[in-house]
């Protein structure tokens, strides 16, 4: 029984080959034509090959990717400084990865008469306007390339713009850094271009490690604060320092966000207007003091194609507001303050231009302001005598009501007998609160805006006065505190004395125009008092 089984599997397997045989029979070898005796060996066949369906590979090939072609070789022989020459500005670069090494403004002077120093060179840190892609193996690179410029030395004229280019490629990277500047010199238009093997590579252009470079001097005045990060988005203008940014913070929908110091800043507008900028708190080296310290920075993507733009240069809101997208926000003179501040700085800049010195120039802005204001001082004082005069008469009236309750209807006949009072001295109960409230309210919004003027002007950086070398630092030999601290004495008012030389002469010639003030309303109020007694007399 099994032996027949086992045949009629056999029988039923060679019925199967001989129909396969059949029906698919095996395609005839081809006939290779026999050489010449002179003729070389014939070249391998070309074999066209149908490209695979996306994601199948062929059975038992294994694929390998294309290498790129190697680009042209563009690069400098050596290292070099390229220099571009403004009026306000000189802008210097080093070829070897196209880094910034000083940008420095000729308008202003540091404490040892050089113009001012923008860039913050941290060893082994981050340089200005470096170029970052996020690529572990191509940013050394690019750090390290020799970058050919398009010259070595450009000019930038009063009223014109001015382009350098720097160029490198080898192997399968290729990189261009473009920045057009306008005059005078503060503003610069930023492009990047960074390729591996014809592949755009996203990239970002930093600044940072901070802005300018202040003196011990400059770092123990009121209101001086270190490097910070500062940002124009959908709710205002923002500071945030670089304790309280963290590593890293992408900021969206920004105007504008970049570095800030007390006097200069550093501001990136990017490509779209709406856009994003990334703000970096960045690890400085220790101090003389041992502790640690964070720099900020910040870095905007630009891709192939785009321009961001970048201000470098003095919070100066005149200079500013000349310019788009609202850059002048960044100089604080306040949200319902502002309208009097600008104004104010204004007229300082006019009065300097008729007294020449910023010293003089708020002594006389001081003096004019507290005449406009006389009037307004001289109804205070008086009133403030007149409520002198019947203070006494006062407390012997609401010492006889002590004891009666709030809501008892005898409270009516203290209000009259109060109200009688007033009007035998000429008073009115009902404008009595106005007319002693009022002049307070209409000079303190001049006080805290000059006030605002003389933390924020630009001017006074550098402005000596007398013995004082700069209004924006603190006087050296401390006559200007001493001499407040007496005005306020004689005027038994109380303000802090570590304030700018600026701030002192303000507050001294302030009260210097009171101390008159007060004494021309005292010699006016008793001539009155003179004449109406002798009025009196004669009468009797």
């Given amino acids: 029984m099994e032996e027949r089984r086992l045949l009629l599997a056999v029988a039923l397997s060679l019925l199967v080959l001989t129909a396969y045989q059949f029906l698919f029979p095996t395609a005839p070898a081809p006939r290779r034509p026999a050489p010449g005796p002179s003729a070389a060996p014939s070249a391998a066949p070309t074999v066209a090959v149908r490209p695979a369906p996306a994601g199948v590979a062929a059975a038992g090939v294994t694929a390998r990717p294309t290498a790129a072609p190697p680009v042209a070789q563009v690069a400098d022989e050596r290292e070099r400084r390229v220099e571009l020459q403004g009026e306000q500005v000189t802008v210097a670069f080093s070829n070897r990865g196209a880094r910034l ?16 120093e923008m860039v913050q060179n941290v060893p082994g840190g981050p340089r200005a306007l470096d170029v970052e892609t996020g690529d572990a193996d191509v940013d050394p690179r690019l750090r390290d390339a020799l970058f050919q410029p398009s010259a070595e030395v450009v000019t930038l004229g009063p009223s014109g713009e001015a382009e350098l280019r720097f160029e490198w490629a080898e ?10 500047f ?7 238009h930023v492009a990047v271009d960074v390729k591996r093997g014809k592949r755009p590579l996203p990239a970002k252009v930093v600044w940072g490690p901070g802005v300018g ?7 123990e005045v009121q209101g001086y604060h270190a490097p910070q990060g500062v940002l124009d988005g959908p709710r205002g203008v923002e500071r945030v320092v670089p304790d309280k940014m963290g590593p890293v913070r992408m900021v969206s929908d920004v105007r504008w966000a970049g570095v800030e110091s007390t006097h200069f800043a550093a501001l990136w507008v990017p490509p779209l207007v709406p856009g994003t900028v990334e703000l970096r708190a960045i690890e400085l080296p220790a101090g003389e003091d041992g502790r640690k310290r964070l720099g900020v920075g910040a870095a905007v993507p630009v891709n192939p194609g785009e321009n961001a733009l970048l201000f470098v240069g003095p919070k100066d809101h005149t200079l500013l507001s000349r310019l788009d997208h609202d850059l002048a926000a960044v100089v604080p003179v306040g949200e319902w303050i502002g309208p009097i501040v600008v104004p104010l700085m204004a007229l300082l800049r006019w009065v300097h231009g008729w007294v020449g010195n910023y010293g003089w120039s708020i002594v006389v802005l001081t003096v004019l302001i507290n005449v406009l204001m006389a009037p307004l001082r001289h109804y205070s004082i008086a009133n403030g005598i007149k409520m002198a005069k019947l203070s006494p008469e006062m407390r012997v009236i609401q010492e006889r009501y002590r004891k009666v309750p709030a809501l008892d209807p005898k409270r009516q006949e203290m209000q009259e007998e109060i109200a009688a009072l007033y009007a035998r001295h000429g008073m009115s109960m009902s404008t009595q609160m106005l007319v002693g409230c009022l002049p307070l309210l209409l000079t303190m919004p001049f006080l805290i805006a000059f006030y605002r003027v003389l933390q924020v002007a630009i001017e006074l950086r550098g402005a000596s006065f007398l013995w004082i070398p700069d209004l924006s630092q603190r006087d050296p030999l401390f006559i200007t505190p001493v001499l407040m601290g007496i005005s306020m004495f004689v005027m038994q008012r109380m303000t802090p004395t570590a304030m700018d030389p600026g701030l002192n002469l303000y507050w001294l010639s302030s009260n210097l125009c009171s101390v008159v003030q007060q004494a021309v309303t005292l010699r006016i109020i008793a001539s009155h008092d003179e004449r109406a007694q002798r009025k009196e007399r004669r009468r009797q």
């Fill in 182 to 188: 306008q005059a005078p010199g503060y503003l610069v």
């Fill in 171 to 180: 192997g399968d990277l290729e990189a261009t850094k473009t920045l057009r």
């Fill in 213 to 219: 470079n202040a003196t011990a001097e400059e770092m």
């Fill in 101 to 116: 090494v000083s940008w420095q403004l000729k308008r202003f002077r540091d404490a040892k008469g050089r113009p001012e």
